[in-house]
């Protein structure tokens, strides 16, 4: 069982920055692939980015190409979305996710959101 908690959302102006934390709990973080998801009002979840076990592969949803970073540092069982240059469209709560497997594909565990919102 691996429990997830996230924080370091907020409101920030049109073109600010944040940094979302995801603190997993358990001994074998390492051992799961990582994955941020968000979702918007009246809209369905859909994927942000995810992160291989070791870190050493990424892949990200078009939108968050060459704003958002995903990263993980497997001593602290914490994965990080440093979000940049955002848009209202941003606006959602994000979610952190993580599956045992070395990429994410079906998340096994999800964690409760944290809310992001970007004014413009």
């Known amino acids: 069982q691996v429990q997830l908690v996230e924080s370091g959302g907020g409101l920030v102006q049109a073109g600010g920055s944040l940094r979302l934390s995801c603190a997993a709990s358990g001994r074998t973080f390492s051992s799961y692939a990582m994955g941020w998801f968000r979702q918007a009002p009246g809209k369905e979840r859909e994927f942000v980015a995810r992160i291989s076990v070791s870190g050493g592969w990424k892949y990200y949803a078009d939108f968050a190409k060459d704003r958002f970073t995903i990263s993980r540092d497997n001593t602290k069982n914490t994965v990080y979305l440093q979000m940049n240059s955002l848009k209202s469209e941003d606006t959602a709560v994000y979610y952190c996710?993580?599956?045992?497997?070395?990429?994410?594909?079906?998340?096994?565990?999800w964690g409760q959101g944290t809310q992001v919102t970007v004014s413009s």
């Open positions: 996710a993580a599956q045992r497997a070395v990429v994410i594909s079906t998340p096994d565990f």
